[in-house]
């Protein structure tokens, strides 16, 4: 995008987000939300951490474009919680649940040293936020079910009768370090499974154990593990699960696409970039 997009006559508009989420809206709308996005109207994102939010966004609505959230860390979901650069709280998937409203999976992030994206920044637990369908009003943030640091939500896939989350642990500033020694390849690079009844995120989820669903989330075995980092996103199209990987994130050269059956697996690659 050219910078400034969603500007209005008082408010700077997108400059530069990273790892966008675009969520379906009723209506034909879309939320595009983004973690540590920059607001500018230039090329320059000077006096970045004034102009920066944590999380934030646009609504899309045809060609034109909507801010959500703002500069000087008016976070859109979870502000009040967070201390910038110290706690905040960054955007996984989402979509609308059974109440006809939107969820979304936010991770929680701590980093001890007060110093935002950067070591040792990690997350440590899944929060789930619901938005008015209409508004988009905050109407509900809590942790999930889900205790774990595994980030259940980072990919969700519905069917019919169930909705599937699929986790990525996302340490990528585990350790210290300029290379892709920082990512914690002990969690990174498998991804593991859960589900709950369509569109009831809140629900306690059940998990897969490598031969069928349980609900001890200590038995959940990875679905798939790929190198160091394998964040999968994940798509069910009616007869088939698509997933798409940026193999090992920004340390990586390689976007993987695999297909499934059933959301477990067994994954075969059909194409590599």
Same mark, same amino acid.
Not at 210 to 220: I, M, P, Q, V, Y
């Given at each position: 995008a050219e910078p400034g997009v969603g500007r209005t006559a008082t408010a700077r508009g997108f400059g530069g987000g990273d790892y966008q989420r675009t969520y379906a809206l009723p209506g034909g709308r879309y939320l595009w939300l983004f973690q540590d996005m920059f607001f500018s109207n230039d090329d320059d994102l000077r006096n970045s951490l004034e102009e920066a939010a944590h999380n934030a966004g646009l609504v899309?609505?045809?060609?034109?474009w909507t801010l959500v959230g703002g500069p000087r860390m008016h976070n859109f979901i979870g502000s009040s919680l967070t201390t910038p650069l110290r706690r905040w709280f960054w955007p996984m998937d989402g979509e609308?649940? @059974?109440d006809g409203n939107l969820w979304?999976?936010? *991770?929680?992030m701590h980093n001890p040293n007060g110093t935002g994206a950067t070591?040792?920044?990690v997350p440590v637990r899944t929060?789930?936020?619901?938005l008015d369908r209409s508004t988009l009003q905050q109407l509900y943030f809590a942790p999930t079910p889900d205790t774990s640091n595994r980030l259940y939500g980072w990919s969700v896939a519905s069917t019919e009768r169930w909705s599937y989350l699929y986790s990525h642990c996302y340490r990528q500033f585990a350790n210290p370090g300029n290379s892709?020694?920082?990512?914690?390849?002990g969690c990174m690079s498998s991804t593991h499974l859960a589900r709950v009844p369509r569109g009831n995120f809140a629900s306690p989820p059940e998990y897969w154990n490598?031969?069928?669903?349980?609900?001890?989330?200590?038995? @959940?075995v990875s679905i798939l593990t790929?190198?160091? *980092?394998?964040?999968?996103?994940?798509?069910?199209f009616g007869d088939v699960f698509v997933n798409v990987t940026k193999e090992n994130e920004w340390w990586g050269t390689r976007l993987i696409v695999d297909r499934a059956p059933a959301p477990q697996g067994p994954w075969t690659t059909v194409a590599t970039r």
């Open positions: 899309q609505t045809g060609n034109c609308i649940g @059974a979304i999976f936010m *991770a929680e070591y040792p920044a929060w789930i936020a619901v892709i020694s920082q990512f914690d390849g490598g031969t069928g669903w349980t609900s001890d989330a200590n038995a @959940a790929r190198n160091v *980092a394998n964040p999968m996103s994940v798509q069910w």
